[in-house]
């Protein structure tokens, strides 16, 4: 079933003072209505109308522009719409041609999603969007193009941000025939005409084997997501596992991968792999959900394998806290906002300018909590 949410970002209003504004006096439904605003009722276009002495209809022709209006009315309207603080919805901004001040973001929970992980970028694109005055309508349905077809033919959003891109997604698909400003949070394989932003997956491989081989590591191996993961073709998983094989051969260490099955059991099975491609496995790069990089510790730790001792071990690309772990993992973190921020900008100068399609990576950056060390 199809879901849609809006979830508000604070638009500024008026203050509506003791009743007065430059000079003029409020009439007794103005006061009302105005009191009733100031304490947390919404005004609607019934309390425009009641205020300005008019009808509904008369209010809507005067908002919409659709039939002109005496000038002594206008006035009255415009002086109850300012003091009642109120905002036609969406729907009226639309039926008049103008900004709905909503951007679309588009979602999905699937059974596979890692929900933590999913709501910090969720949020974070709200958090962004309320900088520059914008709410956002939350699409989570399971059917991937439905609810941006829906919104895209409505007019009701000014502009799309489409979350958890698989490397070829029906959204992205989507994005070249609605006329709507796009901003694609993920890099799909095919980014021909699109506006991309996301962390750099390939450099943050990268920056692991570097940091791990600079002290003398050549035997490293690397936990993944599950493998459901990768089946469904999400993209940054690819992409990180990508740049960690290449950088591997380019360096001449000794690599492999192990994907985890469901539960403890599954990360013992993983570990159990790694070990016997790697006998001598002496570096680790977890890029995986948290609960499966504190299974592998506590495994580790059950086994007598010491951090940073006996393996040396980083935590990639995670949106979670490793400072509480025990022991504590260098990490290269994914910080939500740092992409969104982005993501929200891009789409906003879109709205008034053309913006050229380009994939923006967010080069990433490493926190040291001593669980590298030296080969010794």
């Given at each position: 079933?199809?879901?849609?949410?809006?979830?508000?970002?604070?638009?500024?209003?008026?203050s509506v003072g003791d009743g007065r504004?430059?000079?003029?006096?409020?009439?007794?439904?103005?006061?009302?209505?105005?009191?009733?605003?100031?304490?947390?009722?919404?005004?609607?276009?019934?309390?425009?109308?009641?205020?300005?002495?008019?009808?509904?209809?008369?209010?809507?022709?005067?908002?919409?522009?659709?039939?002109?209006?005496?000038?002594?009315?206008?006035?009255?309207?415009?002086?109850?719409?300012?003091?009642?603080?109120?905002?036609?919805?969406?729907?009226?901004r639309m039926l008049a041609g103008t900004?709905?001040?909503?951007?679309?973001?588009?979602?999905?929970?699937?059974?596979?999603?890692?929900?933590?992980?999913?709501?910090?970028?969720?949020?974070?694109?709200?958090?962004?969007?309320?900088?520059?005055?914008?709410?956002?309508?939350?699409?989570?349905?399971?059917?991937?193009?439905?609810?941006?077809?829906?919104?895209?033919?409505?007019?009701?959003?000014?502009?799309?941000?489409?979350?958890?891109?698989?490397?070829?997604?029906?959204?992205?698909?989507?994005?070249?025939?609605?006329?709507?400003?796009?901003?694609?949070?993920?890099?799909?394989?095919?980014?021909?005409?699109?506006?991309?932003?996301?962390?750099?997956?390939?450099?943050?491989?990268?920056?692991?084997?570097?940091?791990?081989?600079?002290?003398?590591?050549?035997?490293?191996?690397?936990?993944?997501?599950?493998?459901?993961?990768?089946?469904?073709?999400?993209?940054?998983?690819?992409?990180?596992?990508?740049?960690?094989?290449?950088?591997?051969?380019?360096?001449?260490?000794?690599?492999?991968?192990?994907?985890?099955?469901?539960?403890?059991?599954?990360?013992?099975?993983?570990?159990?792999?790694?070990?016997e491609q790697l006998p001598d496995m002496?570096?680790?790069?977890?890029?995986?959900?948290?609960?499966?990089?504190?299974?592998?510790?506590?495994?580790?730790?059950?086994?007598?394998?010491?951090?940073?001792?006996?393996?040396?071990?980083?935590?990639?690309?995670?949106?979670?806290?490793?400072?509480?772990?025990?022991?504590?993992?260098?990490?290269?973190?994914?910080?939500?906002?740092?992409?969104?921020?982005?993501?929200?900008?891009?789409?906003?100068?879109?709205?008034?300018?053309?913006?050229?399609?380009?994939?923006?990576?967010?080069?990433?950056?490493?926190?040291?909590?001593?669980?590298?060390?030296?080969?010794?």
């Amino acid at each position: 079933m199809a879901t849609a949410t809006l979830v508000p970002c604070g638009h500024g209003t008026p203050s509506v003072g003791d009743g007065r504004r430059s000079g003029r006096t409020l009439n007794s439904d103005q006061t009302v209505a105005s009191a009733q605003w100031k304490w947390g009722i919404v005004a609607n276009i019934h309390d425009v109308a009641k205020a300005a002495g008019v009808s509904i209809s008369t209010v809507s022709y005067a908002l919409s522009g659709k039939r002109s209006i005496g000038e002594a009315t206008r006035v009255r309207i415009a002086d109850a719409v300012r003091e009642l603080g109120y905002r036609p919805n969406a729907g009226a901004r639309m039926l008049a041609g103008t900004t709905t001040h909503i951007f679309a973001l588009s979602a999905p929970f699937r059974p596979d999603t890692y929900a933590p992980a999913h709501m910090a970028f969720v949020l974070a694109v709200t958090q962004a969007a309320r900088a520059y005055d914008y709410d956002v309508l939350l699409l989570t349905e399971d059917e991937a193009t439905g609810g941006l077809q829906r919104v895209a033919a409505s007019r009701l959003v000014d502009g799309v941000i489409v979350l958890d891109v698989a490397r070829d997604d029906e959204r992205t698909h989507l994005l070249h025939s609605i006329d709507l400003p796009a901003t694609v949070i993920g890099i799909p394989d095919d980014t021909e005409g699109l506006v991309c932003v996301d962390l750099d997956f390939r450099q943050a491989a990268e920056m692991s084997l570097a940091r791990l081989t600079d002290k003398g590591h050549q035997s490293i191996g690397m936990l993944g997501h599950p493998p459901r993961i990768y089946e469904r073709g999400s993209n940054f998983p690819h992409r990180f596992r990508a740049g960690f094989e290449d950088a591997a051969a380019e360096r001449g260490v000794r690599g492999a991968v192990a994907l985890p099955g469901h539960g403890p059991a599954g990360v013992r099975g993983a570990l159990d792999e790694l070990y016997e491609q790697l006998p001598d496995m002496t570096g680790l790069v977890m890029n995986c959900e948290e609960p499966i990089q504190t299974s592998a510790l506590d495994e580790l730790a059950d086994r007598g394998i010491d951090i940073p001792g006996g393996l040396s071990v980083i935590s990639a690309c995670s949106s979670f806290d490793t400072s509480r772990f025990s022991p504590p993992l260098d990490v290269i973190p994914l910080v939500a906002a740092e992409s969104c921020e982005r993501g929200v900008e891009l789409l906003v100068e879109q709205l008034t300018a053309t913006v050229d399609p380009r994939v923006d990576l967010v080069a990433p950056h490493y926190i040291d909590r001593g669980s590298v060390s030296p080969l010794s």
